[in-house]
C-alpha cells in the first residue's frame, strides 16, 4: 500500500542552515534497514517515507513532493537505476544511490543517470544524513543567490534552473546543471577537478577525478557551440571564458 506524503516546510537560519522538517523518501527492499533509517531521519526532525519496491517508489513522488530521495540500485520492481531515470524526466529532487556495488564503472553510470551522490554499503547513519542535509542546501541555495549567470552564449536562469544555449534552452541533469553553474559563477577563473569535486559532489566524495571529466564532455556536447566557451587548462583542470 502507498504511503500517504506530507511534504517537508524547509525553514533557513542565518548561516543557510535547513531548521526543520524536510521530506524525505527511503527506498529500501530490506525493511530492518528501511526502519532504521526512518527512525534515524525523524530523530532529527525530518519527515521520512518509505518504498519498498521501485514502482512504489514511483507511485509516491507522482502524489507528494520530497526535498531528497534515498534510493537503493537493488530493489525489486523497478531497479533503482529506472527509477532515479524516470524521477529525471519531471523532477530535479536530490537522489542518493545506496548500493553494496562500489565498482567506479556503476558509480560512473549512476552520475549519468542524474544521481547526485553515491553511498556504499556498509555506511554510518551521521555520514548520510550530513550528505543528504548538504544536498538539499545546495539544491535550495540557488534560490538565493543571484538569479541569472551569462558568459558568452550561455545564459543560467537559477531559480527556474534553465539554461539557455545561443538562446536555444538545453536539458541539463542536476549534476551538469551544478557544475555550469560552479563554473560561471567562477568565470575566467581555473578550478581544479578537486574544487568541482567538493562542490558539485560533496567534501567527502570518495570518487575519482574522471567523474568531472565525463560531465564535462557531456555538458559541452549538450550546449553545442556555446559549450567551446568552457576551457580544459592542461594540468589544472576546468575555466569558463566570457
Known amino acids: 500500500m502507498t504511503q500517504s506524503v506530507q511534504t517537508g516546510a524547509v525553514c533557513w537560519g542565518r548561516k543557510g542552515e535547513i531548521n526543520v522538517n524536510c521530506a524525505i523518501l527511503i527506498v529500501e527492499d530490506e525493511g530492518k534497514l528501511r ?66 556495488l562500489s565498482d567506479e564503472e556503476d558509480k560512473l553510470l549512476g552520475y549519468e543517470l542524474g544521481a547526485d551522490d553515491y553511498v556504499t554499503k556498509p555506511f554510518t547513519l551521521s555520514v548520510l544524513y550530513a550528505k543528504t542535509m548538504a544536498l538539499i ?3 535550495r541555495g540557488t534560490m538565493r543567490q543571484g538569479d541569472v549567470l551569462t558568459a558568452g552564449e550561455l545564459t543560467l536562469q537559477l531559480s527556474a534552473q534553465k539554461v539557455l544555449s545561443a538562446g536555444r534552452e538545453v536539458a541539463l541533469t542536476p549534476k551538469e546543471f551544478s557544475l555550469l553553474r560552479c563554473l ?48 580544459t587548462v592542461i594540468k589544472a583542470g576546468y575555466k569558463i571564458e566570457g
Open 35 to 100: 526502519e532504521v533509517l526512518c527512525d534515524y531521519f525523524r530523530s532529527k526532525g525530518e519527515i521520512p517515507s518509505q518504498a519498498a519496491d521501485g514502482l512504489q517508489a514511483l507511485a509516491m513522488i507522482e502524489e507528494g513532493a520530497f526535498d531528497a530521495v534515498l534510493l537503493d540500485i537493488m530493489i525489486p520492481g523497478l531497479d533503482g537505476r529506472a527509477v532515479c531515470r524516470a524521477i529525471r524526466r519531471h523532477s530535479d529532487v536530490p537522489v542518493i544511490f545506496l548500493t553494496a
Open 137 to 139: 542546501r545546495r539544491s
Open 184 to 231: 560561471m559563477q567562477n568565470k575566467n577563473v581555473v578550478m581544479s577537478r578537486e574544487q568541482l569535486l567538493v562542490k558539485c559532489w560533496g567534501y567527502d566524495y570518495e570518487g575519482e577525478a574522471r567523474a568531472v571529466d565525463t560531465h564535462i564532455k557531456r555538458l559541452r556536447e549538450k550546449l553545442g557551440g556555446a559549450g567551446g566557451c568552457i576551457k
